[in-house]
């Protein structure tokens, strides 16, 4: 781990916190969007260039070190990203392998990119800005949240398309995990708005966060799809939380259906998070993937106004700093595990 790290330049957290997230790993875009030419992405204030060479996914700094231009600019000519401003060429792992200027000099180590440990899992590409890509060579492993069901036979794998959120990745996380919105928010796309009580439940900690096991007669259907559950048929949700952005949740479906959602919300920034969506279904497999992703656009829609409304615009880590319910019980769990974390209070400046 780098613990020299320079902070971004107008970072909008404040260090202590920066740094505290910095050791996670988070989806940065999908694999499939990512080739030889370069792709921008931008996490923690970061703003990282992607992408591909001699069969190598490289993830570094989007800045020349030369005179800091962004290499997402440039171009890929085969044997590395190309730097628009005077041509120098960055290969594999980020080192500078062409200075036209001076094609005979022996490339300083300075001129090679910060190029950052990454996995791809999932159909997304996960980054750690706080270890290198040697890091991983090395014997690193990446502490990249799991996905039940993603790699059982008889599942499908979907991604959904990336979804923008100007709000802070902790209040969008939080949705995720609220039970007590169904009735009131989502009544457009699966919930019954005369289906408002929250059964008591409670959550266990794990390893890497907690879970929760949900169990209420609020169903999973789309409203106007032909799906119904049999009489008396009680829905299991169980979620997952791997902190700090990070939870999956698994529906329990009649039948031995299984619908597995993650997740993942990517802090661009304190303000602005990019959420990704990996999901695994063991039925409905014959239906077009377009209907999946247009029907969880629906749901993230709903869910936006919400987030992105909220105030503070941070998430108040102090528990005495906002009022809470019973059905409350996974966003104070939530809470409490960012705050045993390290993080502070708040995360906006």
Same mark, same amino acid.
């Given at each position: ?12 957290? !404040?260090? +202590? #916190?920066?740094?505290? /997230?910095?050791? +996670?790993?988070?989806?940065?875009? &999908? ?16 703003? /990282?260039?992607?992408?591909?060479? &001699? ?21 890929? #000519? ?7 401003? +005077? ?17 005979? %000099? ?13 996995? !791809? ?7 750690? /800005?706080? +270890?290198? &890509? ?22 499908? %794998? ?19 995990? #609220? ?31 907690? !879970? ?56 661009? =920034? ?16 014959? *239906? ?20 992105? =409304? ?9 528990? *005495? ?23 502070? =209070?708040?995360?906006?400046?």
């Amino acid at each position: 781990m780098d613990t020299t790290l320079a902070l971004p330049l107008n970072c909008t957290f !404040e260090e +202590h #916190d920066w740094r505290l /997230l910095a050791r +996670h790993w988070y989806p940065v875009a &999908a694999c499939a969007e990512v080739g030889a030419a370069p792709v921008k992405a931008t996490l923690l204030d970061e703003p /990282l260039v992607l992408y591909r060479v &001699a069969g190598e996914l490289v993830v570094a700094r989007d800045v020349c070190p030369h005179r800091g231009v962004p290499l997402s600019m440039g171009h890929n #000519d085969g044997e590395g990203v190309v730097c628009p401003y +005077h041509g120098l060429r960055f290969g594999q792992a980020g080192r500078c392998n062409r200075i036209p200027a001076s094609p005979d %000099q022996n490339v300083p180590a300075k001129m090679n990119l910060r190029a950052y440990a990454a996995e !791809e899992r999932y159909g997304l590409i996960w980054v750690c /800005l706080a +270890h290198s &890509a040697a890091d991983l060579r090395e014997g690193l492993a990446a502490d990249i949240p799991l996905m039940p069901h993603w790699d059982d036979a008889g599942f499908q %794998q979907i991604l959904c398309p990336a979804f923008e959120v100007s709000a802070f990745a902790g209040r969008q996380l939080e949705g995720f995990i #609220d039970v007590a919105h169904f009735a009131w928010v989502h009544t457009a796309t699966f919930a019954d708005p005369d289906n408002a009580q929250v059964p008591p439940y409670s959550t266990r900690p794990t390893e890497k966060g907690f !879970e929760a096991d949900y169990y209420s007669t609020v169903g999973n259907y789309p409203i106007g799809v032909d799906g119904k559950a049999p009489d008396g048929f009680v829905w299991r949700r169980h979620f997952q939380v791997h902190l700090p952005f990070t939870a999956t949740l698994t529906v329990h479906f009649p039948e031995d259906g299984r619908l597995v959602i993650m997740n993942a919300a990517s802090p661009v =920034s304190a303000r602005r998070t990019r959420m990704f969506a990996p999901i695994a279904r063991n039925f409905d497999q014959d *239906l077009p993937v377009e209907s999946v992703h247009a029907f969880n656009l629906r749901v993230f829609e709903e869910d936006r106004w919400v987030v992105e =409304s909220q105030k503070p615009e941070c998430l108040p880590l102090d528990p *005495l700093l906002e009022a809470h319910i019973p059905a409350d019980v996974s966003s104070i769990a939530y809470r409490r595990g960012l705050r045993a974390q390290g993080l502070s =209070s708040f995360f906006l400046r």
